[in-house]
Protein backbone atom coordinates (compact mmCIF):
# COMPACT_ATOMS: atom_id res chain seq x y z
CA UNK A 1 0.00 0.00 0.00
CA UNK A 2 2.72 2.07 0.68
CA UNK A 3 4.90 3.95 3.12
CA UNK A 4 3.90 5.12 6.60
CA UNK A 5 5.63 8.04 8.38
CA UNK A 6 8.38 5.89 9.83
CA UNK A 7 8.81 4.29 6.23
CA UNK A 8 7.49 0.98 7.27
CA UNK A 9 5.50 -0.50 4.50
CA UNK A 10 1.80 -0.83 5.07
CA UNK A 11 0.10 -3.94 4.81
CA UNK A 12 -3.13 -4.53 3.78
CA UNK A 13 -5.69 -7.56 3.28
CA UNK A 14 -8.68 -7.46 0.68
CA UNK A 15 -11.61 -9.51 1.21
CA UNK A 16 -13.87 -10.35 -1.46
CA UNK A 17 -17.65 -10.46 -0.73
CA UNK A 18 -20.55 -11.05 -2.54
CA UNK A 19 -22.66 -7.92 -3.65
CA UNK A 20 -26.41 -9.11 -4.08
CA UNK A 21 -27.44 -5.67 -4.53
CA UNK A 22 -25.87 -4.17 -7.65
CA UNK A 23 -24.72 -5.55 -11.28
CA UNK A 24 -21.41 -6.19 -9.85
CA UNK A 25 -21.39 -9.82 -8.55
CA UNK A 26 -18.86 -8.96 -5.38
CA UNK A 27 -17.17 -6.30 -3.71
CA UNK A 28 -14.11 -5.72 -2.47
CA UNK A 29 -12.83 -4.61 1.48
CA UNK A 30 -9.48 -3.53 2.31
CA UNK A 31 -8.66 -3.43 5.33
CA UNK A 32 -4.98 -2.30 7.03
CA UNK A 33 -5.39 -4.90 9.97
CA UNK A 34 -4.32 -8.12 8.46
CA UNK A 35 -4.76 -9.93 11.84
CA UNK A 36 -8.82 -10.00 11.83
CA UNK A 37 -10.38 -12.58 10.47
CA UNK A 38 -13.16 -12.10 7.66
CA UNK A 39 -16.11 -12.26 8.86
CA UNK A 40 -14.85 -9.10 11.48
CA UNK A 41 -13.77 -7.18 8.67
CA UNK A 42 -17.05 -7.87 6.58
CA UNK A 43 -18.93 -7.02 9.71
CA UNK A 44 -16.81 -3.58 10.70
CA UNK A 45 -17.43 -2.43 6.99
CA UNK A 46 -21.28 -3.15 7.25
CA UNK A 47 -21.30 -0.57 10.40
CA UNK A 48 -19.01 1.77 8.56
CA UNK A 49 -21.08 1.88 5.67
CA UNK A 50 -24.60 2.40 7.05
CA UNK A 51 -21.77 5.19 8.92
CA UNK A 52 -21.18 6.52 5.30
CA UNK A 53 -24.66 6.44 4.38
CA UNK A 54 -25.64 8.50 6.73
CA UNK A 55 -23.32 11.44 6.00
CA UNK A 56 -23.99 10.87 2.25
CA UNK A 57 -27.86 12.14 3.29
CA UNK A 58 -27.28 14.35 5.48
CA UNK A 59 -24.76 16.31 3.20
CA UNK A 60 -26.82 16.19 -0.33
CA UNK A 61 -30.21 15.92 0.73
CA UNK A 62 -30.23 17.61 4.10
CA UNK A 63 -28.08 20.87 3.26
CA UNK A 64 -25.34 19.78 5.90
CA UNK A 65 -22.96 22.88 5.64
CA UNK A 66 -24.29 24.54 2.93
CA UNK A 67 -27.46 26.22 4.49
CA UNK A 68 -25.76 28.91 6.69
CA UNK A 69 -23.14 31.19 6.29
CA UNK A 70 -21.67 31.87 9.86
CA UNK A 71 -18.30 30.66 11.65
CA UNK A 72 -19.52 30.57 14.84
CA UNK A 73 -19.03 27.35 16.48
CA UNK A 74 -22.71 27.40 18.49
CA UNK A 75 -24.27 28.24 14.90
CA UNK A 76 -22.39 25.23 13.10
CA UNK A 77 -23.58 23.23 16.40
CA UNK A 78 -26.87 24.17 16.41
CA UNK A 79 -27.11 23.43 12.26
CA UNK A 80 -25.61 20.38 12.42
CA UNK A 81 -28.24 19.09 15.22
CA UNK A 82 -31.35 20.45 13.29
CA UNK A 83 -30.18 18.49 9.96
CA UNK A 84 -29.13 15.38 12.36
CA UNK A 85 -32.84 15.52 13.75
CA UNK A 86 -34.32 15.73 10.26
CA UNK A 87 -32.31 12.92 9.82
CA UNK A 88 -33.91 11.19 12.77
CA UNK A 89 -37.24 12.34 11.62
CA UNK A 90 -36.74 10.70 8.07
CA UNK A 91 -35.61 7.37 9.23
CA UNK A 92 -38.30 6.91 12.09
CA UNK A 93 -40.85 7.60 8.85
CA UNK A 94 -38.71 5.50 6.45
CA UNK A 95 -38.55 2.91 9.20
CA UNK A 96 -42.25 2.57 10.27
CA UNK A 97 -43.52 2.86 6.63
CA UNK A 98 -41.43 0.02 4.99
CA UNK A 99 -39.61 -1.53 7.78
CA UNK A 100 -41.33 -5.49 7.92
CA UNK A 101 -39.28 -5.77 11.54
CA UNK A 102 -41.63 -3.36 13.21
CA UNK A 103 -45.64 -3.01 13.20
CA UNK A 104 -46.44 0.41 14.37
CA UNK A 105 -47.75 0.51 17.89
CA UNK A 106 -47.59 -3.71 18.27
CA UNK A 107 -44.97 -3.39 21.37
CA UNK A 108 -46.21 -0.92 23.18
CA UNK A 109 -50.12 -1.80 22.62
CA UNK A 110 -48.56 -5.52 24.18
CA UNK A 111 -46.85 -4.00 27.25
CA UNK A 112 -49.94 -2.00 28.15
CA UNK A 113 -52.10 -5.29 28.19
CA UNK A 114 -49.55 -7.15 30.48
CA UNK A 115 -49.85 -5.79 34.16
CA UNK A 116 -46.68 -5.67 36.21
CA UNK A 117 -45.82 -9.35 38.06
CA UNK A 118 -43.07 -10.15 40.10
CA UNK A 119 -40.44 -12.29 38.94
CA UNK A 120 -41.35 -14.80 41.21
CA UNK A 121 -45.04 -14.96 40.00
CA UNK A 122 -43.82 -15.44 36.42
CA UNK A 123 -41.50 -18.45 37.18
CA UNK A 124 -44.47 -19.99 38.79
CA UNK A 125 -46.41 -19.53 35.69
CA UNK A 126 -43.36 -20.41 33.69
CA UNK A 127 -43.73 -23.74 35.89
CA UNK A 128 -47.00 -24.23 35.76
CA UNK A 129 -47.03 -24.44 32.37
CA UNK A 130 -44.00 -27.02 33.05
CA UNK A 131 -46.51 -29.05 35.02
CA UNK A 132 -49.61 -28.88 32.30
CA UNK A 133 -47.45 -29.74 29.79
CA UNK A 134 -45.82 -32.98 31.66
CA UNK A 135 -48.94 -34.44 32.99
CA UNK A 136 -50.53 -34.70 29.69
CA UNK A 137 -48.14 -37.34 29.04
CA UNK A 138 -49.42 -40.73 30.06
CA UNK A 139 -46.03 -42.00 31.07
CA UNK A 140 -45.41 -39.35 33.94
CA UNK A 141 -47.89 -39.53 37.34
CA UNK A 142 -48.88 -37.03 39.19
CA UNK A 143 -46.06 -37.74 41.54
CA UNK A 144 -43.87 -37.55 39.56
CA UNK A 145 -44.37 -34.69 37.59
CA UNK A 146 -44.55 -33.57 41.44
CA UNK A 147 -41.46 -34.74 42.14
CA UNK A 148 -39.35 -33.30 39.39
CA UNK A 149 -40.78 -29.51 40.23
CA UNK A 150 -40.27 -30.58 43.63
CA UNK A 151 -35.96 -31.20 42.31
CA UNK A 152 -36.59 -27.68 40.00
CA UNK A 153 -37.26 -25.68 43.13
CA UNK A 154 -34.62 -27.57 45.03
CA UNK A 155 -31.52 -26.08 43.00
CA UNK A 156 -32.91 -22.95 42.69
CA UNK A 157 -30.70 -20.10 44.25
CA UNK A 158 -31.01 -19.31 48.14
CA UNK A 159 -32.73 -15.55 47.16
CA UNK A 160 -35.23 -17.74 44.66
CA UNK A 161 -36.18 -19.77 47.35
CA UNK A 162 -37.20 -16.80 49.87
CA UNK A 163 -39.12 -15.02 46.76
CA UNK A 164 -41.44 -17.70 46.13
CA UNK A 165 -41.83 -18.53 50.27
CA UNK A 166 -45.24 -17.78 51.28
CA UNK A 167 -46.71 -16.89 55.20
CA UNK A 168 -47.57 -20.78 55.55
CA UNK A 169 -44.15 -21.66 54.36
CA UNK A 170 -46.20 -23.22 50.83
CA UNK A 171 -45.46 -22.38 47.15
CA UNK A 172 -48.15 -21.10 45.10
CA UNK A 173 -50.44 -23.23 42.83
CA UNK A 174 -50.14 -26.35 45.13
CA UNK A 175 -46.12 -26.56 44.51
CA UNK A 176 -44.47 -28.01 47.72
CA UNK A 177 -41.49 -26.22 49.21
Request: charged letters at 30%.
Amino acid sequence: MGLDDNEKEIQARIVFVRDRNRSKNWLAILSTDTNLPEEEIVRLYGKRWDIECFFKVAKSHLALGQEFQCRSYDAMVAHTTIVFTRYIMLALRTREAQDPRTIGQLFFLCCDELEDIRFAEAILLVLDCLKASLTEEPILSEEMVQSVLDRVFDNFPAFLKRAFHQPENQFPSGLSA
